[in-house]
T-cell receptor, first 112, second 109 residues
Framework: DGGITQSPKYLFRKEGQNVTLSCEQNLNHDAMYWYRQDPGQGLRLIYYSQIVNDFQKGDIAEGYSVSREKKESFPLTVTSAQKNPTAFYLC???????????FGQGTRLTVV | AQRVTQPEKLLSVFKGAPVELKCNYSYSGSPELFWYVQYSRQRLQLLLRHISRESIKGFTADLNKGETSFHLKKPFAQEEDSAMYYCALRGVGTYKYIFGTGTRLKVLA
């Protein structure tokens, strides 16, 4: 079953703790993305990666970190420096050319 | 600046009425435009893209480079069209997708 898998679906953390969100794809896509979705603000790009071992900051990268050690995986760490981490996080992937992005089911992170 | 603007947060129409979701963009190069849809409890998925010039679920969208718009239209709305709709842009030759803030469409019985 091909696609993008985000885990977990729901995540709760205490304030001040780092937390890592998982994103795995078996579509053989080169590019992967992390977006944050907040009501009224749409999807805002956090980080994206075009190839393994390379990634670029998006519009709201502060307080987040990523790695791309494997083509299939693009984990996102929400650090304690992120001032407002409670949100819905979406991972996506795409091939090059003119293809669209495919999205995971999302992870809802709640920091208490 | 690269930007996608969806001016309406919420659009309510009656079943059978025409619907138009507006999307304007700002991009200095050649853009590729997409419409994504998110139904309740489902993942975000592609609805259509301008290069395909196709109609999906009765929806169409035409890229107007003069007005920098990519409005989504459907002549007769159905209740199952109720969802969140996002317009997105990607520059030709780039990997970065820019999304608008979304429009929630409610089709009333």
């Amino acid at each position: 079953d091909g696609g993008i898998t985000q885990s977990p679906k729901y995540l709760f953390r205490k304030e001040g703790q780092n937390v890592t969100l998982s994103c795995e794809q078996n579509l053989n896509h080169d590019a992967m993305y992390w977006y944050r979705q907040d009501p009224g603000q749409g999807l805002r790009l956090i980080y994206y990666s075009q190839i393994v071992n390379d990634f670029q900051k998006g519009d709201i990268a502060e307080g987040y970190s990523v790695s791309r050690e494997k083509k299939e995986s693009f984990p996102l760490t929400v650090t304690s420096a992120q001032k407002n981490p409670t949100a819905f996080y979406l991972c996506a992937s795409s091939t090059g050319g003119r293809a669209e992005a495919f999205f995971g089911q999302g992870t809802r992170l709640t920091v208490v | 600046a690269q930007r996608v603007t969806q001016p309406e947060k919420l659009l309510s129409v009656f079943k059978g009425a025409p619907v138009e979701l507006k999307c304007n963009y700002s991009y200095s190069g050649s853009p590729e435009l997409f419409w994504y849809v998110q139904y309740s409890r489902q993942r975000l998925q592609l609805l259509l893209r301008h290069i395909s010039r196709e109609s999906i679920k009765g929806f169409t969208a035409d890229l107007n480079k003069g007005e920098t718009s990519f409005h989504l239209k459907k002549p007769f709305a159905q209740e199952e069209d109720s969802a969140m709709y996002y317009c997105a842009l990607r520059g030709v030759g780039t990997y970065k997708y820019i999304f608008g803030t979304g429009t929630r469409l409610k089709v009333l019985a």
